[in-house]
Every structure is written in C-alpha cells, then in structure tokens.
C-alpha cells in the first residue's frame, strides 16, 4: 500500500498534468505502442476517446487514493474486462513503462525518485487488483 507521503505526491503531481491531459493521453499510447507494436490492435476504437478514457479512471483512482475501497469494485471490473481484449500480464509491465515515461516528460522538473516511487507504488497496487480479477475471471471461464 501507499504511505500518506506517496498519496500526496502522486496526487499533486497529476493535479499539475491533468491541464495536459489529451496530450499526456496521446504520448502514453504512443510510447506504449513505441514499446510494444503488437498492442496496437487491441486498439480499434477512437485513440482521442480512449485517452480520455484512460485520464478519467486514473482521474478517480487518484482522487480516491485514501479511499481505494470506493473504487476497488470497478478497478477489479475493469480488469475482468481487460481478459476479453487479451490483456495478459506482461502488458500490465509493459503500461507501467509507458505511464512513467509519460508522467516524467508531462512532469518535467517535478519529476524525481520520490514521485517516482510514488507513482510506481500506485500503479502495482492497482495492477496487482486487475490482474487478480483477470485469474478469477479467466478461472470461472
């Protein structure tokens, strides 16, 4: 879990990208696709759509980083759901790479170890929920 330190950093830190937040969304998928080419059809839909997706879960996990009970439900959703468009738990390493980068380059001089850290914290406790679901999911298929 996250020490409070971790949950202030992380919060303040997206509260500075989230006026980029379409920019960051589409560097993320551009790094991620840069990284992994073969992720790229999973992705049929709007790229503009997914990225505003993708900014407003990370949006409420955030906020909800003291609470993570009010949002676990979903997170675990989303991760049963990842099962379908054949997320596998390589790809979970695979966006963690491409979230830090894109928080680094959106961050600029904030971004240090501890951010880092923080943020690093916060996507494997987040990970590990959605990965969980998936086995269960998987499990019961």
Do not use: C
């Not at 990370?58 to 979903?74: E, K, T, W």
């Amino acid at each position: 879990m996250l020490n409070p330190n971790q949950v202030e950093l992380v919060q303040s830190t997206f509260a500075q990208v989230l006026p980029i937040a379409d920019a960051a969304a589409s560097l993320f998928y551009s790094r991620l696709f840069e990284i992994d080419p073969k992720l790229r059809p999973m992705f049929r839909g709007d790229m503009r759509e997914q990225g505003r997706k993708l900014m407003d879960m990370i949006r409420v996990v955030v906020v909800n980083l003291r609470n993570l009970d009010r949002v676990l439900p979903g997170v675990k959703a989303l991760g049963a759901r990842h099962v379908g468009y054949g997320v596998t738990d390589e790809h979970y390493d695979t966006v963690a790479e491409a979230l830090l980068w894109t928080l680094e380059q959106g961050l600029a001089d904030a971004w240090n170890h501890d951010v880092k850290e923080a943020w690093t914290a916060a996507y494997t406790v987040l990970a590990n929920v959605m990965k969980g679901a998936a086995a269960s999911a998987e499990a019961a298929a």
